[in-house]
């Protein structure tokens, strides 16, 4: 069983954020951190105030997917500053990446120094008035996922969506997520399965690559929303390559649709 710590008092640097997602994944490199920078960028889209929170330590590449490596983080007096993408300061950004002096450096921590550092994420920073939080989680069911939910539990609302592509494999996985956060308390905002069918960009036919479905039906069984699928896209992966404004840059291509749809339904 999960051990069930003291629920910490309300961090007073969060009275200002009104929702707090947690972007779950039951293994690396199905989109996790690619569907928290882009849907940071499409709630932006819809007149929010957004901020992301990375806490996947030991592979921070939010940063990066939004353009903002190689920033850096100052204090003030209610704490760290976060970075901003932009001058409207729309988009807040707070990520271990900013706090390691070479981009490619790697955190090579235990994990009690891991949670002590979530911690002070969760109490110490700035983030001022959110409408959203987007925090980037590691993969799997860790330590660090233990850590930021005890920190965030007096949060409300506060919840997780779940990522998944279609292959079985992946969706097994994201089982694992489901018995975490039901055990966990966690309220489970919905599932979106990535990497769901290819769109040509010549003849829009659209290939599934891996098999189809799988996130869709896990939610039926599990009894949990299914929020959409987003389809690979060349466009995306290029934008997230150089850190641009996906929302912004390519309303037109197969992923967009899909990510302003599932921005609407959080
Ligand atoms: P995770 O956080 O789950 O490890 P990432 O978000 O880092 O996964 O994604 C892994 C890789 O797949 C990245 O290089 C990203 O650019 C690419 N990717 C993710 N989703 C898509 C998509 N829908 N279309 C194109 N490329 C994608």
């Known amino acids: 069983p999960v051990p069930t710590a003291p629920v910490p008092p309300a961090p007073g640097n969060l009275s200002g954020v009104r929702h707090i997602l947690l972007v779950l994944s039951g293994k690396g490199g199905v989109g996790k951190s690619t569907l ?5 960028l499409a709630l932006r889209h819809e007149g929010k105030k957004v901020g992301v929170l990375d806490v996947d330590l030991c592979g921070p590449s939010v940063p990066r997917m939004l353009g903002a490596q190689g920033s850096a983080v100052h204090q003030c007096d209610s704490g760290w500053v976060p970075v ?15 706090l390691l002096e070479k981009p490619d450096e790697a955190l090579v921590w235990r994990g ?41 539990r ?5 919840g997780a969506l779940l ?51 799988g996130g869709e039906e896990l939610a039926r069984h599990a009894g949990v929303p299914f929020l959409g699928s987003v ?36």
């Open 36 to 40: 928290c920078a882009q849907l940071a």
């Open 84 to 98: 901003y993408m932009d001058q409207e300061q729309s988009v807040a950004l707070m990520s271990v990446g900013f």
């Open 112 to 152: 009690p120094k891991k949670n002590a550092l979530i911690q002070q994420f969760v109490s110490d920073v700035a983030w001022g008035e959110l409408d959203f939080l987007v925090v980037d989680t590691p993969p799997g069911t860790s330590d660090e996922h233990l850590s930021v939910v005890e920190a965030l």
């Open 154 to 158: 007096s949060h409300q609302p506060l």
């Open 163 to 213: 990522v998944t592509t279609p292959q079985a494999v992946a969706v097994g996985d994201v089982r694992r997520e489901l018995t975490f956060c039901r055990k966990t308390g966690l309220r489970v905002v919905g599932v979106v399965e990535n990497m769901s069918g290819f769109a040509c960009p010549h003849c829009s036919e659209c290939t599934n690559v891996f098999s189809t479905g």
């Open 231 to 266: 389809p690979l896209d060349p466009q995306l992966a290029r934008s997230l390559e150089e850190g641009g404004d996906f929302m912004r840059d390519f309303p037109g291509s197969p992923a967009y649709p899909a990510l302003a749809a599932i921005a609407r339904k959080i």
